[in-house]
């Protein structure tokens, strides 16, 4: 007979299996863990004898697996609240940041940060994701554009998910913007980038992944591909910002490069939208940044849906474009700005999401043998995830089989 550490009776279970029907539902269900995984979970009528250490009545409460937040840019030091003032007055994103601000003016302001000030005041934004029953969590660097400051980032990015108790993924983005002491040498940078940079945050193992800016007030496809070609050649799986203010073919580059996902895409065409279904590539959504940006350029959902993409949605969390430190105001957001249903919302923050991060194995369904990262909720319906704006409805997080004290 099966010995558990933890059993949960008496919930209804949206499993977001894609195989199980409508949010892979199960009524009046059970869940059994042990050893941090998922063992066991299905009706309760059906369940196989076993002894817990621990049982739980959840009296009618919603499990679902913990949700996931697979693109942040959360670690930073300083904000652009005056920044944002002048882009209510008219000035453009892509304007200010020609002007030396934007990126750049938190690149100053994190170059001049120590790890404990980066820690410290980051602190608060992964706090606000995991209020919301988020356990997992992607964290770029891109602030530092210095070898230091970037592997500092990544470090400072390691140790907030450690003191909170949830898991960090971590993005080395060094082609976020050109650093002012490069300016004018592009090609200098770039190579800076690839020979030393890229192999010491590989040698580091700070880094699950390598990210990039493909943009025309960034970096073109071409300067892209020596960097994947690097990253790739170190064993680094790539994702790409890609066509968010303009077509530049970035998600047929991050197709063409196997990348695990391609984010924003509010401008890619139809054949980038071919070429993501056909390597597999998850298409990250950020709402968040098409609301402060006032785009009025949609993503091509539709496209996105019918060539059977994988959406995943996150908060895009950066004091730029994206001030957004709750996922599920993405969620929400993107139900109605992008009219996905509140199933693929739900979905596009665990299961895909743990597909855009590779873990899709691991987590973001609540099968047997993944993590037994779960969020139970006072809710009637998962819809109302998606549905509600502002409202805290996290009964408990568990994060490998752990309630996370909140
Ligand atoms: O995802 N697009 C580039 N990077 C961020 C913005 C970063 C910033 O403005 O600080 C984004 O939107
Ligand atoms: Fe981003």
Partial sequence: MPTWDLLLTGARIATMRADAGPWGLLEDGALSIAGGRIA???PRAGMPPGTAAETRDLAGAWLTPALIDCHTHLVFAGNRAAEFEQRLKGASYAEIAAAGGGILSTVRATRAA?????????????????REGVATVEIKSG??????TELRMLEAARSLGASLGVSVSTTFLGAHALPPEFAGRRDDYLRFLVDEVLPAVAASGLADSVDAYCERIAFSADEVSGLFERALELGLPVRLHADQLSDCGGAELAASYGALSADHLEYTPERGVRAL???GTVAVLLPGAYLTLRETQLPPVEALRAHGVPLALATDCNPGTSPLCSIRT????AATLFRMTPEECLAGVTREAAKALGLGADRGTLEPGKRADIAAWDIAHPAELSYWLGLDQLRDLYVSGRRLER
Avoid: I, N, T
Avoid at 143 to 148: E, I
């Fill in 40 to 42: 066991w979970v299905g």
């Fill in 114 to 130: 120590d790890r404990e000030a980066l820690v410290e005041g980051s602190a608060r934004r992964l706090a606000s994701l995991v």
């Fill in 143 to 148: 602030y530092g554009l210095d070898r230091d």
């Fill in 277 to 279: 279904a056909a390597a």
């Fill in 330 to 333: 993405a969620m929400s957001l």
